[in-house]
């Protein structure tokens, strides 16, 4: 990828994740054959919510923890257009957790995704709700000393739908999981695993594996951190 791509200059440090999963949802969007005017993205603040910047369709920069309840309006309005919520780990986990429980109670139509850099990237590197025990964060005095939360294991409790997991070193999968979940008809979850190349850098990488085809039962994905891939789907269930 080269700036070419972009009608204006990401402000994303080199080697960040969100150029793949920018490039991947481009792609995603274009092999679904959905035109940008009938896209609309809510972005979350942040450092991947900057994306709003770059991406060639409707977008909306939303309160910071708050793109779930504006792209959950958008579609109630709109039932017409392919509605997508973006959110940083810090905004989903921290400042907009209540919005994630109540959207996936009601299934709204909507494809949520989360780009988990495991910190507060924007402001500097603070810790999140994502961030792993243990580690030392950027403005800390001292090591984590909570197990981060979980959004695919939120997802499972609260009974999501469509539960997926991707990181970002597979653009192919990337595309992929997020065409079935553009598609899905309820309320789809996929995290991106894309930890932040500046403020967590120091972070113990996990070893992921990608699982064959969905669990029947959800609540068997509890506590398995290292899976990839489309973890459930359940269209038309409850
Ligand atoms: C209501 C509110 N609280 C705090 C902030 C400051 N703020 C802006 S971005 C950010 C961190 C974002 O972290 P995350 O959601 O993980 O996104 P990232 O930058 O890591 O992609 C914070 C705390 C804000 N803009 N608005
Ligand atoms: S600070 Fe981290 S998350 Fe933000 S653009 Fe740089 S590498 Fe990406
Ligand atoms: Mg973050």
Redesign the pocket.
Known sequence: MNKQNYSQIPTWCSGCGIYAVSFALKQALKELGIKSKNVVVSY??????NMVNILDVCGIET???RSIPVACGIKAARNDLTVLAQ??????L??GLNHFIHAIERNDPITLFV?N?N?????AG?Q?S?TPKGVLPRAAQKANSFEPLSIVDLAVVTQANFIARVHENNIEQIKEVLKKAIRFDGFAVVEIIQP?KIWAKDFPNKKYRSVDRPFSDRLKIIGQENLLGILYSNEGGG
């Open positions: 979350d603040i942040g450092c991947s919510g309160l910071h923890g959110a940083g780990d810090g905004g989903l921290n400042e780009n850099n910190v507060f990237g924007l402001t603070q999140s994502a932040c």
